[in-house]
C-alpha cells in the first residue's frame, strides 16, 4: 500500500514506511482528521494534511466510498449498520456522522462476526478436534 502511495518499489518499502501507512488507514477508518494524526504519527498539522491528502489522492476510492456514503445518508436522513440496521441521523449532521459511522460500523464489523452464532461453534468445533 505504501509503495502505491508513495510510488516506491515495494522492496525498498520499509516497516516502518508500511506502518504509516497503516497508521494513516486505520486514522481514515475511525474518523480522525489531522490534528488527532499528528499524535498518531508524531508529525506536525500541515505534515497530517498533506498525509491525508496525498493517501485519499493515492487511492480515490476511498474519498468516492466516503462521498457515497455522505450523500445517501443526506439524502435518506439515514445510514446502515453491517447488519442492515437503519441508524438515523440528525438532518443537520447527517452528511458527517454518516461517514464516521459507517468507518466504525465497518471497523466493529469484524467483532460482530467474531461473535456471530457460526464462529461460535466453529470456536466450539476446533477444540473437539
Not at 504509516?20 to 486514522?27: D, E, L, P
Not at 462476526?113 to 461460535?120: D, E, G, M, V, Y
Amino acid at each position: 500500500m505504501y509503495a502505491h502511495w508513495k510510488r516506491k518499489p515495494l522492496e525498498q518499502v520499509t516497516a516502518e514506511e508500511r506502518e504509516t501507512a497503516k497508521r494513516v488507514v486505520y486514522a481514515l477508518m475511525y474518523g480522525m482528521g489531522p490534528a488527532a494524526l499528528t499524535g498518531v504519527l508524531k508529525c506536525t498539522p500541515g505534515e497530517a494534511r498533506v498525509f491525508l491528502s496525498s493517501f485519499l489522492s493515492s487511492f480515490p476510492g476511498v474519498r468516492a466510498w466516503m462521498e457515497q456514503v455522505a450523500a445517501a445518508a443526506e439524502r435518506n436522513g439515514f445510514c446502515l449498520t453491517i447488519a442492515g440496521r437503519r441508524r438515523l441521523l440528525p438532518p443537520d449532521q447527517a452528511r458527517h456522522l454518516a461517514v464516521n459511522s459507517v468507518r466504525a460500523m465497518r471497523a466493529a464489523g469484524a467483532s460482530f462476526l467474531h461473535s456471530s452464532p457460526l464462529c461460535r461453534w466453529c470456536r466450539g468445533a476446533r477444540r473437539t478436534l
